[in-house]
């Protein structure tokens, strides 16, 4: 059964996608020399052989049309000491995101940001328009993690949240 364009509730679509809890990101890349980034829950791997991750940013983000010439990204994964990151790199615009955010260049010259408990650096692979967003795929040119036993950030029904182990 499909759903008329007339008949289908995007507020309704939203609420039920939100039930989805999604891990949080934010992507880097500088822009001339300044550092800019978004936060990004639509972030997935794609493939193992050849390494591939993806993300989706909406097509009229600001931030991404300033990245995406650049031709390189970093996806930084949250930890729960991060929440203030994910609110400040959401909102509109790249003036002041960095403003007292400790972050390091990658191989490619991309920001990691120094609280983040993985990151990977890519080079764009292909960029496709599906709707009112870009799947981004990146090829992965480097990585690491946290040497520590981390707690990832999570995004769930409009809030942050932490991961809890079940034994």
């Not at 996608?17 to 997935?44: E, L, N, Y």
């Not at 600001?62 to 930084?76: D, H, I, L, S, Y």
């Not at 999570?154 to 932490?162: D, N, R």
Request: charged residues 20%; hydrophobic residues 40%.
């Amino acid at each position: 059964m499909s759903i008329s364009p007339e008949e289908f509730d995007s507020a309704r679509y939203r609420q039920v996608m939100g039930h989805f809890p999604t891990g949080v990101t934010i992507v880097t890349a500088m822009v001339g020399d300044q550092p800019a980034g978004f936060t990004i829950g639509s972030f997935t791997s794609v493939s193992l052989e050849p390494p591939l991750v993806g993300f989706l940013p909406q097509t009229n983000s600001e931030t991404w049309a300033a990245m995406a010439p650049g031709g390189k990204f970093c996806v930084n994964v949250l930890g729960t000491d991060q929440g203030d990151d994910c609110w400040r790199f959401a909102k509109k615009g790249m003036d002041d995101r960095f403003d007292g955010v400790a972050w390091h260049p990658s191989a490619s010259g991309s920001p990691i940001l120094d609280r983040s408990i993985a990151w990977i650096d890519c080079a764009i692979d292909s960029v496709h328009e599906l709707g009112d967003h870009y799947f981004v795929v990146g090829r992965v040119t480097s990585m690491s993690h946290c040497d520590y036993e981390p707690e990832p950030l999570l995004f769930f029904k409009g809030k942050l949240g932490v991961f809890q182990l079940l034994q």
